[in-house]
């Protein structure tokens, strides 16, 4: 069974930069990408993130050019460098993992507060 387990949210002010990680345990097949998604109290989840096993990297219009995307395939895990922290990041924020190629499946971790102050 894979399991994602996530940590680096906190409270920071806006400006300030937190550095999220998502590792993934348990087998995963044929690894397609692994991202990040977010919520918002109120909002629904929106995707942030994603970054390929070939490592091409996409992201949300809202966060390009703050935040960076990052994976080491062999520890199957992925990071998110968040930098110039804004109110409006303030979320939930839940890595996943695309397993398969042809017929995919998602896998989600727990989530993890990400609180920005103004």
């Known amino acids: 069974q894979v399991q994602l387990v996530e940590s680096g949210g906190g409270l920071v002010q806006a400006g300030g930069s937190l550095r999220l990680s998502c590792t993934a345990s348990g087998t995963i097949f044929n690894l397609n990408a692994m991202g990040w998604y977010r919520q918002a109290p109120g909002k629904q989840r929106e995707w942030v993130a994603t970054?390929?096993?070939?490592?091409?990297?996409n992201y949300a219009d809202s966060v390009k050019g703050r935040f960076t995307i990052s994976s080491d395939n062999g520890k199957r895990s992925v990071y998110l460098q968040m930098d110039t922290l804004k109110p409006e990041d303030t979320a939930v924020y839940y890595c996943y993992v695309k397993q398969g190629l042809v017929t995919t499946r998602d896998y989600w971790g727990q989530g993890t507060q990400v609180t920005v102050s103004s």
């Open positions: 970054v390929t096993r070939g490592g091409v990297t």
